[in-house]
């Protein structure tokens, strides 16, 4: 038995994303235990989820298991409102808006005005590596073509059923609009893209999963799309040589124009058995010596400095189920930006799975980056005494210039 995934669905709103990806997942799920509260799960990796227009949907699916639409409403999305951690561990709007001295969301507006890409930042790894309960959600990333702003979500965990409609709803709803808006009102909100690392139904709700997916219901409504993009597409190669020609031959078949200098294309891009090469690139080793000395404040305000590659190796030999092994070295209160965005170790099954995410890489760069997560993979790979298992990629957007 192998993990299932990763794998890409593309439907116009979130019933119709809640009703697959569940439907999958009781196919295709491989059995897993979670490391904190021993519970049992089913369990795919890497599921990508393209909506193309949310708001032409009701805000939860049909027959929803999860929290009602006035608890939704009036509980759940002020949380990505607010400041404040309240009684939480956090909230969304916590993490986004204070938990690095920093607006993010303010910072994102300001920055789509000039830039076509912005990120915000919810993983802190001096905290996170030892939280007991750290976000589901680590990075939201927004592109903006023309005057239309797209929404790209990293979430690390995900309960797909009882949990997935509640944070497209809270990111949507608030962030998306907020940042958005700006533009053209509501004409400016764009599409949705959620990337769940650990897409898993608990045993406790496979049973209400299921009889509300058997139910009759009344079909939802939808109405043309008008804000698209390029892709996502998702592609399978056996090895980087392989990988880097499918990506160049679906580049020219799929890309569209991003301005009048730039074409883009949104590409998952999984690796089959990336071997690392026998001189890696320079960048691979700045990478490893900043993850290695990570330099960040605590959410209790104490500057420290912490070896993320240690944390990764030790997690990997003591909870090789873990949904938490997240490295970065971006830190939105230093500077901007730099890829890989974040990088997830998935050990499962006896092989070490990893999912890179990235944002404006140009298709020139590709090989270099191929290269360098395939050498990351086999040094955390080699120091926890585990076999490297697939490489996925996920590029948001992936750029040529014309």
């Known amino acids: 038995m192998k993990a299932y995934g990763p794998y890409l669905v593309r439907v116009c709103h979130i019933d119709g994303a809640w009703r697959q990806v569940n439907r999958i997942i009781l196919q295709k799920g491989v059995p897993l235990t979670t490391e904190d509260k021993k519970q049992e799960t089913l369990e795919t990796i ?31 999305i002020p949380q990505y409102i607010t400041s404040e951690r309240g009684g939480h561990t956090y909230t969304y709007g916590w993490c986004a808006r204070k938990r690095f001295q920093v607006d993010q969301v303010k910072q994102a507006k300001e920055k789509l ?33 023309a005057d239309v702003v797209h929404v790209i979500v990293y979430i690390r965990s995900n309960d797909m059923a009882r949990a997935y409609p509640d944070d497209v709803a809270g990111i949507n709803r608030v962030f998306l609009t907020e940042v958005a808006s700006q533009f053209r009102g509501i004409r400016s909100i764009g599409t949705t893209t959620t990337i769940s690392a650990s897409a898993h139904i608990y045993k406790t709700s496979e049973e209400d999963v299921k009889l509300a997916l058997e139910q009759n219901q009344t079909p939802t409504y939808t109405h043309e799309r008008t804000n698209r993009i390029a892709g996502p597409i998702m592609l399978t190669a056996t090895t980087p040589q392989s990988a880097i020609k499918r990506v160049r031959d679906a580049f020219q078949r ?36 900043e993850l290695e000395k990570y330099e960040g404040k605590s959410d209790e305000g104490e500057r420290k400095q912490v070896n993320q590659i240690r944390y990764v190796t030790q997690k990997i030999k003591t909870a090789p189920q873990s949904r938490r092994i997240v490295v970065t070295v971006n830190n939105p209160k230093k500077r901007e930006f730099i890829n890989p965005l974040l990088i997830q170790f998935l050990p499962r099954l006896g092989e070490n799975h990893m999912i890179a995410f990235y944002t404006n890489v140009e298709l020139e760069q590709l090989p270099i980056e191929i290269q360098r997560a395939a050498a990351i993979q086999s040094h955390i790979s080699k120091k926890s005494a585990i076999k490297p298992g697939m490489i996925t990629l996920i590029i948001t957007p992936l750029l040529q210039k014309m």
């Open 254 to 289: 799929y890309a569209e124009k991003q301005d009048d200098s730039t074409k883009y294309l949104y590409l998952t891009l999984r690796i089959e058995k990336a071997e690392p090469p026998p001189n890696p690139p320079e960048s691979y080793y700045q990478l490893l010596q």
């Open 46 to 76: 890497g599921c990508v989820i393209h909506l193309t227009n949310w708001r032409s949907g009701p805000p939860l699916p049909r027959g929803y298991i999860g929290m009602d639409l006035k608890t939704l409403q009036e509980s759940y």
């Open 113 to 145: 005005k000039e830039d076509r890409v912005a990120l915000i930042q919810l993983w802190n790894p001096v905290s996170d590596i030892e939280n007991a309960n750290p976000p589901c959600i680590n990075m939201i990333l927004f592109h903006r073509v």
